[in-house]
């Protein structure tokens, strides 16, 4: 097999994986509040728990999505008592997220889950020496720099539907 057959085998495993990512997506999951969520509901709470009081613009740029999909996605999250949107005192028109005790409850569900899938990769990882991990380290901040540059690149486009410039 020459060089190009073993890139493009590589490229068809990162597109398989990209491709199961983005199908988890649709799938919702209980943790531990009796509220079925999706990942973007939780991984927007925990946005929101890391940051304690933060406003729909600082929890935009720390998701990297518009104000108005936080927005959106705050509204959901305060429908389900998750969060609870407070005016910052002194400022009646900045208003703060915060969590709620169930919005915790989920929060500390999600760190659970994701304590699993971490030891799940650390016993994996475990099989590799430290010049491997090193390369592996590095070669997942290029690929991360890489598909911010191809991103940046396609920013005008369709995305969910809706044409953006």
Same mark, same amino acid.
């Given at each position: 097999m020459d060089r190009d057959d073993e890139y493009r085998i590589l490229f068809e495993k990162w597109t398989k994986i990209m491709n199961r990512l983005q199908e988890r997506e649709s799938w919702v999951r209980d943790y531990g509040t009796g509220d079925l969520m999706y990942p973007s509901e939780i991984h927007t709470l925990q946005a929101v728990g890391d940051s304690r009081g933060i406003n729909i613009t600082g929890l935009a740029e720390r998701l990297g999505i518009t104000a108005s999909g936080v927005s959106q996605m705050a509204r959901r999250l305060e429908k389900k008592g998750l969060? %609870?949107?407070?005016?910052?005192? +002194?400022?009646?028109?900045?208003?703060? #997220? /915060? /969590?709620? %005790?169930? +919005?915790?409850?989920?929060? #500390? +569900? $999600?760190?659970? $889950?994701h304590t699993q899938i971490q030891e799940i990769l650390n016993r994996e990882l475990n099989n590799y020496d430290d010049e491997q991990i090193l390369f592996l380290s590095g070669f997942l901040s290029r690929v991360e720099e890489i598909c911010d540059e191809v991103m940046s690149e396609n920013s005008t486009g369709i995305k969910g539907g809706v044409v953006h410039e």
């Open positions: 969060v %609870e949107k407070i005016k910052r005192s +002194g400022n009646d028109k900045e208003i703060l #997220l /915060m /969590m709620t %005790e169930k +919005g915790r409850a989920a929060y #500390l +569900g $999600h760190e659970r $889950h």
